[in-house]
């Protein structure tokens, strides 16, 4: 009777190692192992790669919408004027804003103007959104004023110009001290009608925000001035409100309609860009589904090179298990051949992987240098690089599928490896 062995025994690892090398007449094997693992690794690195980059992606994008709007918006719902027109403003804008600030977590309230407005500069227009604000305000949007954004010029004189972002500036082709032209159609109310309103003010600062979107088409513009300009005295049209944690704004929705008081809505930022977000979660789930079928095809390369080793090894298996190899000892040894090369290519896959992500800026510059800057075109996609964001649970996902699939496949040839009739194997020896 066959005695038994210790489960992965240093002899089961040594026939193994030879297995795969695929020595002399049999060296065909090795071939298709290295096949395995270039599948494997290739699979594991398109994995780690893209969840990498989706990551990266969904944190720039959400951070530049936290970082340069409003968190929560309120504004007043509409009611009829004593000459019977429709108003939306807010009256008490800063009683508005001293009891929202109250609100636990909310780190500022600020009262804006905002229109539409056309500016023009040297022979060239562009449409921008004028956002009126005052300057202590102002100071407290991270990805406009903050550490956070890019700025030219001085902030300091912001009440006597104008602050742009640097798309419409280039646009506009307009630098620091120049001025520009801005056109509203509702402006002075005359007998004869409603005329156009052309101011022109001076570009005091010039900030990046990191998304085209709002870098191409916004203007800051002092809360007073702004007032005037778009016929706004002693009203505001909504207030900014900011919060510590932006994720939290839906629990705090009802208090902040408490403090605002009658008439008051809220708008959050997740009712601006939820939409957009499920739809990258949608993507993100689909983007994973993709790619692990392709680490499963990739796995499935590992059960052809066992039966393969399997049909090659017919003899040998024979020999051992006439000397007294164990079933269980022969699954093991053709397991460890197939999850060897499942564990080689995930670490191989892993590491090229995070050395991808680590140097995503040189490759990005290079592949858009390639294609002579137009392969990431950032009116489309909203931010102006390719991120990527490295997350230990994307990596322990992509190791953990990689390697369940892998020791999944082997069973099976392992399995019939084992169950190999030693009498059939040697019988035309």
Known sequence: MASRTTPFSRFEWMIAWRYMRGIGADGGVSIVTIISLLGITLAVFALVATLAVRSGFRT??????????????????????????????????????????????????????????MANANGRNAGAEVFGIALDDLRGIPRVAGAEAELEGDLARFDEGIAIGSGLARELGVMIGDRIKVISPEGVKTAFGTSPRVNAY????????????????????????????FNREGLADEIEVMVRDPDKVDDMAMSLLQQAGDGALVWTWRDASGSFLRALTVEDNVMFVILSILVLIASLNIIAGLIMLVRTKSRAIGILRTMGLTEGAVLRIFFLCGV??????????????VLFVQNIDFIFAVVNGIGQGGVWDPSIRGIYALPAELRLV??????????????????????????MNPVEALRHE
Do not use: C
């Open 60 to 117: 720039e994008f959400v951070d530049t919408i936290l970082g340069a709007n409003a968190h929560v918006t309120v504004y007043a719902s509409a009611r009829t004027t004593e000459q019977g027109g429709i108003e939306r403003g807010i009256q008490d804008y800063d009683g508005w804003a001293e009891r929202l600030v109250r609100v636990p977590d909310v780190t500022r309230a600020a009262p804006l103007i905002r229109g539409q407005i």
């Open 202 to 229: 001076e570009v005091v600062a010039i900030f990046t925000a990191g998304r085209w979107d709002i870098d191409r088409t916004r203007i800051y513009m002092p809360f007073a001035e702004a007032q005037s300009y």
């Open 340 to 353: 060897a090369t499942g564990v080689t290519g995930t670490l191989l896959g892993l590491g090229l992987g």
């Open 394 to 419: 994307d990596v322990l996902k992509s190791a953990a599928l990689s390697l369940g699939l892998s020791f999944i496949v082997t069973l099976p040839p392992a399995w019939r490896a084992a169950r």
